[in-house]
Nanobody
Framework: QVQVVESGGGLVQAGGSLRLSCAAS????????MGWFRQAPGKEREFVAA????????DYGDSVKGRFSISRGNAENTAYLQMNSLKPEDTAVYYC????????????????????WGQGTQVTVSS
């Protein structure tokens, strides 16, 4: 089993920045891909970003390209989401997820590509 915990959410003004952190524990050797999703009230969960185990591969949702950046920490079981130029429409609960499947074998943009999920952290962007 793998446990996933997010941190770093909060309230920020439009145009500001936030950095989210994600830490996986337990059977972390099995984690191949880590991803971030978000869900706003009344909307479906949306893919934000994903990163492979080595950090060589990354992918982003269209709505955050050029503004958000995903990275791995020095420990392979950590991932970060740097969010810049935040907009009110970025307001959502952000979830970190971990997959036991290799990057090349999954689209990594779907919720079903991931095996473990955190509880989520709220990000609110005021206008």
């Amino acid at each position: 089993q793998v446990q996933v915990v997010e941190s770093g959410g909060g309230l920020v003004q439009a145009g500001g920045s936030l950095r989210l952190s994600c830490a996986a524990s337990g059977r972390t050797f099995s984690v191949k891909v880590m991803g971030w999703f978000r869900q706003a009230p009344g909307k479906e969960r949306e893919f934000v970003a994903a990163i492979s185990r080595t950090g060589q591969n990354t992918d982003y949702g269209d709505s955050v390209k050029g503004r958000f950046s995903i990275s791995r920490g020095n420990a392979e079981n950590t991932a970060y989401l740097q969010m810049n130029s935040l907009k009110p429409e970025d307001t959502a609960v952000y979830y970190c997820a971990a997959s036991e499947r290799y990057w090349a074998t999954i689209p990594h943009v779907r919720s079903e590509d991931y095996d473990y999920w955190g509880q989520g952290t709220q990000v609110t962007v005021s206008s």
